[in-house]
C-alpha cells in the first residue's frame, strides 16, 4: 500500500472487551481479537480502530489510563499485543490505538504522586488552582455528570482541572516534561508495532485565561511537533484528531500537512440523519460547503456512529432540538449533547435507509469508519448506564451469550442483547453471512466497490443543481474521471431533473450492476429515484463526442 494508505482505507472501531472472549472470563481480550482477523478482512477492512488498551479502572471504558505502557490485564499481555500487530499485518491489516493525552486516571500513580506531594516533580504534570472560577469560557462537557471542569483536592488543598469526568485530571501541556512524557508513550507503541493513534480530545490539551481553552494556538504547535517526532522516526504511520468542532476549528489541525493525517468531520454526521428526516438536502450541502481544504495528504474520517453518544455539539440549539425530537423521543435515548443509540435502531430498522446511508458515507469526501457490530444492524440497550447500551458484545452466532463468550451470563461485562427486534438468535455474523441478501454481504460488495473506484476515495466533491431538493446530487472528479452520486433523502418515490450539461456525450454507467444509461444530453438529465433510492453512475466519456 502507499504512504498515503489512510486515503483509500476502510477503518473499522471497536472495543477489545466488547469483540470476542478467548478464555471465557466474559470480557473480550485480544486473542478473542486475533480469531476474528479473519472476518474482518473478509469485510474489507483496512485499519483496525481498537480502544484504548492500557490498564485502567473502567470508570471511562478505558479512557482513564493508570498505566501508558501496559495493556490491560482483562485484555491480555504485551506478547499477546505483539501477536495482534504481527497477524494482522500478516493479513495486510493495520491497527491504529487510541492514544488519550489530555487526562489520565485519578488511580495513575503521577496523580497520586502529585497531589499529596507539592514538591514532587509530578505536582505540576496537573493544572491546580484555588479558585474554582478560573477559565470561565471554557464549557462543560459531559453535563450530565459534571457541574464544574474544578474538583476540590483535599491532599493537594486545591482544585485541578478536568474536561471529562472529576476522576480524570487533565495534564498539563506547559510543562515540558508532560510534553515529553506523551512522546515517550508514542515511541514504545509504534516501536511495538502500532500504525498509528486517534488521538483522543485534542482540542483541550492547553489552557489559557479569556479564551474558551480549546484549539489554542500552543495546542497546534505541540501538536506538529507530535507529527515531527513520529515523522522524523518512522514511516507509514498515521494521526487521526478526535477534535469535535466546527469545520473552520477542524482545518488547523492538518496544519500544513503537518499536523493530523486525518480528523474525523464530526459536523457532517448528525447531518445526515437530519437531511434524511428533513426530506431536504441543504444540511449536507451547507456543511460541505463550509468545509475547509485540506492538504493533500490528509484526509477526513467520516462515520456514522461510534461508541459515544451521537453527539449533538456541533448542531445549533434548533438543529438539536430538532435532532431529540426525531431521534430521542424516549428521555433515556439522551445522553449529555447526545443520543445513545445504533445506527439500525436510529433508522427504524428500515434498510433502505440503512443503505442510504451507508452510501452516502462511501461516496462523500474521507475515509470511512464502521463501528463494531454496525454491519449487521446490532441493536442497543439504552437502560444500561451511560454509553454502555451502544457497547454490547458483538454478536456473532445464536449459541450462548451470542457466541462471544462461554461464560454464565451473568458474568458478561455486559448483557448481550435479547429485545426481540435485535435478538442474537436473528442478528448475528454467522446467519448474515450465510444470506446472500443481508447487511453484512451488501455492505461487503458495497466496500469492494469502493476500492474499485478510486475517484470514490479521492475524488473532489461538486453538488449539482437539480429541481429537486429531496435529492441530493453531486459529482466526483478524480484525475479526468467522473462519477456521479444521486441519493434520494424522501420516504417517496422522487423524480429529479439535474444540470449535466458539462457532461454532455457522457454515458453513465450504474456500477453496481453496470447497467448504461441514455447519454447526457444538453437538456436536463432525468431521473426516477425509489423512496431512499441512490445512484451512483461512472461517466464514461463517448469517444465520438470527444
Ligand atoms: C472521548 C472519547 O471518545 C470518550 O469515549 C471519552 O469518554 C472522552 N474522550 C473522555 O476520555
Not at 449536507?284 to 493533500?296: L, N, V
Request: with cysteine; glycine share 6%; proline share 5%.
Amino acid at each position: 500500500m502507499s504512504e498515503l494508505w489512510y486515503k483509500d482505507a476502510v477503518f473499522y472501531e471497536l472495543n477489545i472487551r466488547a469483540f470476542m472472549d478467548s478464555n471465557n472470563d466474559g470480557h473480550g481480550d485480544i486473542k478473542g481479537l486475533i480469531s476474528k482477523l479473519d472476518y474482518l478482512k473478509d469485510l474489507g477492512i483496512d485499519c483496525i480502530w481498537l480502544l484504548p488498551i492500557y490498564p485502567s479502572p473502567g470508570r471511562d471504558d478505558g479512557y482513564d489510563i493508570k498505566d501508558f505502557y501496559n495493556i490491560n490485564p482483562d485484555y491480555g499481555t504485551l506478547d499477546d499485543f505483539k501477536e495482534l500487530i504481527k497477524q494482522a499485518h500478516d493479513r495486510d491489516l493495520r491497527v491504529i490505538a487510541d492514544l488519550v493525552l489530555n487526562h489520565i486516571s485519578d488511580e495513575h500513580p503521577w496523580f497520586i504522586e502529585g497531589r499529596s506531594n507539592p514538591d514532587s516533580p509530578y505536582h505540576d504534570y496537573f493544572v491546580w488552582s484555588d479558585d474554582p472560577a478560573k477559565y470561565p469560557e471554557a464549557r462543560i462537557i459531559f453535563i450530565d455528570t459534571e457541574i464544574s471542569n474544578w474538583t476540590w483536592c483535599n491532599q493537594a488543598g486545591k482544585y485541578y482541572w478536568h474536561r471529562f469526568f472529576s476522576h480524570q485530571p487533565d495534564l498539563n501541556f506547559h510543562n515540558k516534561e508532560v510534553q515529553n512524557e506523551i512522546k515517550n508513550v508514542i515511541k514504545f507503541w509504534l516501536d511495538l508495532g502500532l500504525d498509528g493513534f486517534r488521538a483522543d480530545a485534542v482540542p483541550y490539551l492547553f489552557e489559557r485565561e479569556g479564551t474558551n481553552c480549546e484549539n489554542l494556538p500552543e495546542t497546534h504547535v505541540y501538536l506538529k511537533e507530535l507529527r515531527k517526532f513520529i515523522d522524523e522516526n518512522y514511516e507509514d504511520k498515521i494521526l487521526l484528531a478526535e477534535a469535535n468542532q466546527w469545520p473552520e476549528d477542524l482545518g488547523p489541525y492538518f496544519g500544513n500537512g503537518d499536523e493530523f493525517h486525518m480528523a474525523f468531520h464530526f459536523p457532517l454526521m448528525p447531518r445526515m440523519f437530519m437531511a434524511i428526516k428533513r426530506e431536504n438536502n441543504s444540511a449536507i450541502i451547507d456543511i460541505i460547503k463550509r468545509t475547509p481544504e485540506i492538504p493533500a495528504n490528509c484526509q477526513w474520517t467520516t462515520f456514522l456512529r461510534n461508541h459515544d453518544e451521537l453527539t449533538l455539539e456541533m448542531c445549533t440549539d434548533e438543529e438539536r432540538d430538532y435532532m431529540y425530537n426525531e431521534y430521542a423521543r424516549d428521555r433515556q435515548m439522551k445522553l449529555n449533547l447526545g443520543i445513545r443509540r445504533r445506527l439500525v435502531p436510529l433508522l427504524d430498522r428500515d434498510f433502505r435507509k440503512i443503505e442510504l446511508m451507508y452510501a452516502m458515507l462511501l461516496a462523500l469526501p474521507g475515509s470511512p469508519i464502521i463501528y463494531y457490530g454496525d454491519e449487521i444492524g446490532m441493536g442497543d440497550n439504552i437502560y444500561l448506564g451511560d454509553r454502555a447500551g451502544v457497547r454490547t458484545p458483538m454478536q456473532w452466532n445464536e449459541d450462548r451469550n451470542a457466541g462471544f463468550s462461554k461464560c454464565k451470563p451473568s458474568k458478561l461485562y455486559a448483557p448481550v442483547i435479547t429485545d426481540p427486534d435485535y435478538n442474537y438468535n436473528a442478528v448475528n455474523v454467522e446467519s448474515q453471512q450465510n444470506l446472500p441478501s443481508s447487511m453484512f454481504n451488501w455492505l461487503k460488495d458495497m466496500i469492494v466497490i469502493r476500492k474499485k473506484y478510486k475517484i470514490l476515495s479521492r475524488g473532489d466533491l461538486n453538488f449539482l443543481h437539480s429541481n429537486n431538493r429531496r435529492v441530493l446530487s453531486f459529482y466526483l472528479e478524480y484525475e479526468n474521471e467522473y462519477m456521479l452520486c444521486v441519493f434520494n433523502l424522501a420516504a417517496t418515490d422522487q423524480p429529479v431533473k439535474i444540470d449535466l450539461k458539462q457532461f454532455q456525450g457522457y454515458k453513465p454507467l450504474e456500477i453496481f450492476g453496470q447497467t448504461e444509461l441514455p447519454k447526457i444530453g444538453k437538456s436536463a438529465y432525468f431521473l426516477m429515484l425509489a423512496r431512499y433510492g441512490y445512484y451512483v453512475f461512472y461517466l464514461i466519456k463517448n469517444k465520438a463526442e470527444t
